[in-house]
């Protein structure tokens, strides 16, 4: 799976758009790019996934650049409920391990 | 309500006494998979399966059991467990790849924080 990189920490004030990148440059043609979060010491809990197309969910928005070398994940209106650690995972969808590598993430802090 | 249950949420216990994590999901899920997390290492997989009777070793299986008798449960079992083992241990399923729009969604337990003394 190719490797991500995400800033380690970033910060936005509550009700602003909370936009987070993500290297990925290495990755292939069959890879998907998936965005999770884990708030304090919970279960990791899945945002979105995209492979090329930009995504949106109830959750967030997911844009991935043309080639594909990067992503966006953007929170519209971010809430003190949001402040977790937010992980960029690319994986091939059809890894039958199903293992997803959890990198370091970025913390992410909403301000009042 | 779909979800992934784990117990005990907490245990501290001593070295080389058996015990066992359970994991139960309500979601029809043919794969399920441990994972353990440490600081600075992040998440690193531990066992994982594909279906009922189908198990398989992660990254750090060492000193872990598992058993998939039934599709909902999946066990985690330390033996003789040792500090090394002193971990926050999360269980997730998924629907197999198969198509489908939301496929690759894993779904995580909120975590058993086990204490080796």
């Known amino acids: 799976d190719a490797k991500t990189t995400q800033p380690p920490s970033m910060d936005c004030a509550e009700g602003r758009a909370a936009n987070l990148p993500c290297n990925h440059s290495t990755i292939s043609g069959n890879e998907y790019v998936y965005w999770y979060r884990q708030i304090h010491s919970q279960g990791p809990q899945y945002i979105i996934h995209g ?17 594909r070398k990067s992503s966006t994940l953007i929170l519209p209106h971010a ?34 | 309500e779909a979800q992934v249950t784990q117990n005990p949420r907490y245990l501290i216990t001593v ?29 690193r997989q531990i066992y994982y399966s594909m279906n009922v009777e189908v198990t398989d070793k992660g990254d750090v299986p060492e000193g ?54």
């Open chain 1, 51 to 67: 492979l090329k197309n930009n995504e949106t969910n109830e959750m967030a928005s997911l844009i991935i650049t043309e080639d």
């Open chain 1, 79 to 112: 809430t003190l409920r949001d402040t977790a650690v937010y992980y960029c995972i690319v994986r091939a969808r059809m890894d039958s391990s199903y293992k997803l590598i959890f990198g370091s993430g970025t913390r992410l802090l909403v301000r009042p």
């Open chain 2, 15 to 43: 070295t080389g006494k058996k015990l066992t994590v359970t994991c139960s999901q309500n979601m029809n899920h043919e794969y399920m998979s441990w994972y353990r997390q440490d600081p600075g290492l992040g998440l």
């Open chain 2, 64 to 117: 872990y059991k598992v058993s998939r008798k039934e599709k909902r449960n999946f066990p985690l079992i330390l033996e003789s467990p040792s500090p090394n083992q002193t971990s926050l241990y999360f269980c997730a399923s998924s629907i197999r790849l198969a198509g489908g729009a939301r496929t690759g969604e894993l779904f995580f337990g909120e975590g058993s924080r086990l204490t080796v003394l």
